[in-house]
């Protein structure tokens, strides 16, 4: 079993991004269809030959009985192959409940974890969302670590993912 | 992220399927054009999230299988009966029907040649009401709701469930009589023939809610193989006038139909509301 970035995570009242913060901002779109379900988000750091490095978020039905909830999880289907099918879910500090249509923010800190030793280079974020009844999209930010100065970093979805930002502190 | 057992076999025994926060039903037929002779079908009924996926219960259907005993979907009640109708519009049992814990399946046996309609008819009530302040809901056939609801009860709120689920299947060339309407609930009269089906292709469907052009009805046509896909493909079309619509199959395979009525006709003294749902399900052949 790879191990698990050992991240702490804050919400949207994040402190002012410290050095070494990496900011994610993920959007879930409002979507007009008969039947909606919050979408299954799954968040983690990828090598640019796509191998896995390491978590950083799992959003999916965590309150149904029986951790019923885990039964969709295959539906990210890459994050499943890469890392998913490795863990028993729950996992403190990685899994938490399905996000409502709008922007919601993550902020890494870098702390003890494996983040810090993180060895200079190439890298993506990854950020893939599966709906029951619904679609699957994956989209990739590349990025160099350790971070340099400049914009925020950003991918746009079609369907299941709105724009996902990255934006790194030096 | 789903229904609740008690609300699945809720649906399951009203032919209630479809409304905003429910699993699909269906019944996938193991080949829809057929040559030769001595020929069967296998057809699969289930109710999932993903088509064509056995992956959450079995369709009850009354003449199909013996429910296991403690089996989930098990408490819905026997479901419907399935109608088969042969060509020559006689009636066809189903064989072999079992319930397994994902689907139901039987075979049919196709001695005669052209076109057979396998149908689900379904239809039952669901109320509400206050009782001493209590919040109640009921379900159950039409015969049993006055009886079981009282009349007068507070807040009572019923709605009469029609549904109806079909698949068509040829044996040698297609044939039309199985294709005839009954007059009642929300229905299909094909004008391209169900079994004639070809990707690239148009065809053209009218539906008709008691025997009357359904016009202005939302049609949704979902492909199967989900699975293998990012995106659910759905294609959203209306009724016209006539009640007719036309669908472009943008590809090959099974697709799923689902379309339904809400209005004030229900055919039952003291209810005013009707929910009416028509469900099939077409195989698109490559050209």
Redesign the interface.
């Known amino acids: 079993m790879r191990p698990l970035l050992t991240l702490t995570m804050s919400g949207a009242m994040a402190a002012p991004a410290m050095a070494g913060d990496m900011k994610i901002s993920v959007e879930i779109p409002r979507l007009n269809v008969a039947e909606y379900h919050r979408p299954y988000v799954a968040i983690w750091v990828e090598k640019p030959d796509q191998s896995f490095v390491g978590n950083i978020a799992v959003w999916y039905d965590v309150k149904l009985k029986d951790n019923e909830g885990t039964k969709w999880l295959k539906d990210m289907r890459q994050w499943w192959r890469k890392s998913g099918r490795e863990l028993s879910m729950p996992v403190d500090g990685l899994s938490s409940a399905t996000r409502a249509p709008g922007e919601h923010q993550i902020t890494v800190t870098p702390g003890k974890g494996p983040l810090k030793d993180l060895p200079a280079g190439e890298y993506q974020l990854v950020v893939e969302a599966a709906r029951e009844v619904g679609g699957r999209e994956l989209l990739r930010i590349p990025f160099q670590w350790p971070a340099k100065a400049g914009e925020p970093l950003k991918a746009k979805g079609e369907h299941e993912l709105g724009v996902v930002a990255l934006e790194l502190k030096p | 992220?789903?229904l609740s057992r008690k609300w699945l076999a809720l649906a399951l025994v009203v032919g209630m399927p479809l409304s905003?926060?429910?699993?699909?039903l269906w019944m996938l037929p193991s080949a829809t054009i057929l040559s030769g002779d001595n020929l069967w079908v296998t057809v699969d009924a289930a109710v999932s999230?993903?088509l064509f996926y056995f992956e959450h219960m079995p369709l009850r259907i009354a003449n199909v299988g013996t429910p296991p005993a403690g089996a989930p979907g098990g408490r819905g009640g026997e479901g419907a009966k399935l109608s088969i109708t042969a060509p020559d519009g006689s009636a066809v049992e189903p064989q072999n029907g079992a319930i397994g814990r994902y689907r139901s399946t039987f075979d049919v046996q196709l001695k005669q040649k052209g076109t057979y309609k396998l149908a689900l008819v379904n239809d039952g009530v669901i109320a509400s009401y206050k009782d001493g302040g209590q919040q109640k809901r009921w379900r159950g056939s039409v015969e049993n709701f006055a009886k079981a609801v009282p009349q007068n009860a507070e807040g009572l709120n019923a709605t009469y469930n029609q549904s109806r689920l079909e698949p068509f299947v040829t044996s040698g060339n297609p044939s039309t009589e199985t294709l005839k309407t009954t007059g009642s609930g929300l229905e299909l009269s094909p004008v391209t023939h169900p079994n004639d089906l070809m990707a690239g292709s148009d065809a053209t469907f009218r539906l008709l809610i008691d025997g009357k052009p359904a016009q202005n009805v939302k049609v949704?046509v979902i492909p199967g193989g989900k699975r293998y896909r990012?995106?659910?493909g759905e294609i959203t079309l209306t009724t016209d006038a006539d009640g007719k619509f036309t669908v472009k199959w943008p590809e090959a395979g099974m697709y799923w139909m689902e379309a339904a009525v809400r209005d004030d006709k229900a055919p039952v003294k003291d209810i005013k509301q009707r929910r009416a749902t028509y469900v099939a399900t077409f195989e698109v052949m490559p050209q």
Do not use: I, P, W
């Open positions: 992220m789903k905003a926060q429910a699993h699909r999230n993903d949704t990012d995106k659910l």
